[in-house]
């Protein structure tokens, strides 16, 4: 069973910082492009940044030049390094991937989602 673990968040001052780390833990064969969505209180759940295998990110508008996106292979884990936060980045933060694990002697892929966690740009 594949787990997306995410932690790293919390409350924060505006322009502020905060690193969010997620880790794939399981019997796991490959990840795909990993990203991190956002779903902020009565809105739609957003992609924020995402990064292929490869390493290329690629950036919503409104995080370019504030949010970065990193990767480990080795650790099977995704980052997003968040600056110059703003009130408008309050959300719960969403970690996703698609991961391909050992399942019953096959190699099994599936599309996984993070339990979220909370980021709040307040004064």
């Known amino acids: 069973q594949v787990q997306l673990v995410e932690s790293g968040g919390g409350l924060v001052q505006p322009g502020g910082s905060l690193r969010l780390s997620c880790a794939a833990s399981?019997?796991?064969?490959?990840?795909?492009?990993m990203g991190w969505y956002r779903q902020a209180l009565g809105k739609e759940r957003e992609l924020v940044a995402a990064i292929t295998t490869g390493g290329g990110p690629n950036y919503a508008d409104s995080v370019k030049g504030r949010f970065t996106i990193s990767r480990d292979n080795a650790k099977n884990a995704v980052y997003l390094e968040m600056n110059s936060l703003k009130p408008e980045d309050t959300a719960t933060y969403y970690c996703?991937?698609?991961?391909?694990?050992?399942?019953?002697?096959?190699?099994?892929?599936?599309?996984?989602w993070g339990q979220g966690t909370q980021v709040t740009v307040s004064s």
């Open positions: 996703n991937s698609g991961v391909s694990s050992y399942y019953r002697g096959r190699i099994v892929r599936n599309d996984y």
């Open positions: 399981g019997i796991i064969f490959s990840i795909d492009a």
